[in-house]
């Protein structure tokens, strides 16, 4: 869906999804392919992300692979594999889920951000839902992309949050200046004052970050009481939060041809 915004807002920068290499390999005689409507629905996603956005799609190698070959579920794959895209002087990768209001300011990131290896948002401490990892900045290079594979793997446990402790001098990116916001969370709307605008909430804003501390995700249709139980106090953040669910479940549909998943806890 993001993907598909840039599309819609005319950004001229290339769009590129990657996936497991294993989909992209000879699937005839493995039961799970035919079976698992999950991988079947992906897949389609893909096709249609490449065919009407002009996405391009790459196959990734995962970061740790199963101890049984075959057994390809269980293979860990990493936002490192982006390193390996070295046909791309950068790579900005924006966290999901969220909604895409202005792609000019993330263009500009990408375009004009100062040579580095590797650049994230300067973590906030204003209680604005903001975090690094949320936008990240790389420059891929085959020497990168293999260091990182090889510290990876010294790790028994990990996630993508500790690729910027693997970089001894990031650089830090600001997620708000005087004139503009690049990522603000719509968790934030829980927090809203007594005088709220809608208006100046949605203005000069470039993406709006799903992390809501009260729901799991837009994708998700929680049950009705949990629901309003989770609603902004203040009524004009509240319509501000409505709209945004609203409009992430109808574009959600509209791109992906997909209902909200039941949430079960």
């Not at 837009?218 to 309003?228: A, F, L, M, R, T």
Request: with cysteine; charged share 25%.
């Amino acid at each position: 869906m993001v993907l598909a915004d840039l599309h819609r807002l005319k950004s001229p920068a290339r769009r590129v999804l990657m996936f497991p290499e294993d989909w992209a390999l000879d699937q005839q005689g493995k039961k799970h392919d035919m079976s698992d409507p999950f991988l079947a629905s992906s897949k389609r996603l893909l096709r249609m992300a490449a065919r009407r956005y002009g996405v391009e799609l790459r196959p990734a190698s995962p970061a740790l692979r199963a101890n049984n070959e075959l057994d390809g579920t269980s293979n860990v794959y990493s936002l490192a594999s982006a390193f390996a895209l070295k046909d791309f002087d950068r790579v900005l990768s924006v966290e999901s889920p969220g909604l895409i209001i202005d792609a000019l300011p993330l263009d500009a990131v990408l375009a004009f951000t100062e040579s580095t290896p590797f650049a994230m948002l300067q973590d906030s401490h204003d209680g604005d839902g903001v975090h690094s990892a949320d936008l990240l900045l790389l420059e891929p290079s085959a020497s990168s992309h293999a260091e990182l594979l090889e510290r990876l793997g010294m790790e028994s446990n990990f996630n993508d949050s500790i690729i910027p402790t693997l970089f001894t001098d990031p650089l830090l990116l600001a997620s708000k200046t005087d004139d503009h916001t690049l990522i603000r969370s719509i968790g934030t709307l829980h927090l809203a004052a007594q005088e709220f605008n809608a208006t100046a909430y949605l203005d000069r804003v470039s993406y709006i970050r799903f992390s809501d501390p009260k729901l799991p995700g837009p994708e998700y249709d929680v049950p009705w009481p949990q629901k309003v139980a989770a609603r902004p106090s203040n009524k004009d953040a509240d319509w501000t939060w409505t709209k945004l669910y609203g409009e992430f479940a109808q574009k959600r549909m509209d791109v992906c041809g997909l209902d909200l998943e039941m949430w079960r806890t």
